[in-house]
């Protein structure tokens, strides 16, 4: 694989493997900036955390998002380095679950790739590919992540999608 693009986002199942793959991208470049946007809500949630800290060790310096994700992306301590969203779902379920104008959210988003002064690389949970949600929240939830991978996938330079750990090229453009 070239060195790491602009930005790169990274999509798969549950436990696909995105996270090891996404983190190798940027430990292969030295380390970077961890953005994470998961909360822990519960006990279960906050060991996933403890492990995702355990494994990156210190060639990371994690910023906490779980909303303001295009802030985080934009301050001094980001600027100039390589950074890793993890991940775009979680962030979109607390955007949601504070009641924030998710779409807007999503388009400032995506206008803020080309500007940044880093190079990234996103997380995210392809959801769209089982059954309809049976409750409306979760059909919102998997248009929102729909609609968001769609247009980051716009911006992006690579797209990747990963499946039992392996990664599958959907779109690889020079920067």
């Known amino acids: 694989m070239t060195s790491l693009p602009h930005a790169t986002l990274v999509l798969g199942g549950a436990r696909s493997g995105k996270s090891l793959y996404a983190e190798s991208l940027i430990e292969a470049e030295g380390g970077g900036i961890y953005i994470a946007t998961a909360q822990a809500w519960d006990s279960e ?4 955390i403890q492990v995702h800290r355990t494994r990156r060790g210190d060639l990371w310096k994690t910023l906490e998002a779980p909303t303001d994700l295009i802030g985080a992306l934009s301050s001094k301590t980001c600027k100039g380095r ?3 969203v993890d ?3 979680l962030w979109i379920t607390n955007l949601m679950m504070d009641g924030h104008d998710v779409d807007r959210e999503i388009a400032m988003l995506v206008a803020a790739i ?6 990234v690389v996103f997380v995210s949970n392809e959801v769209g590919l089982g059954i309809v949600p049976e409750n409306a929240m979760a059909r919102q ?3 929102f992540a729909g609609t968001a991978h769609q247009q980051i996938a716009t911006v992006a330079n690579r ?3 990963i499946a ?3 990664p599958m090229m959907m779109k ?3 920067t």
Request: hydrophobic residues 45%; negative net charge; proline residues 4%.
């Open 45 to 48: 949630m906050t060991d996933r």
């Open 82 to 84: 390589d950074i890793l």
């Open 87 to 89: 991940c775009l779902t």
């Open 114 to 119: 080309p500007t940044l002064d880093a190079r």
């Open 141 to 143: 939830f998997r248009d």
């Open 159 to 161: 797209v990747v999608f």
């Open 164 to 166: 039992a750990g392996l």
């Open 172 to 174: 690889d453009e020079e």
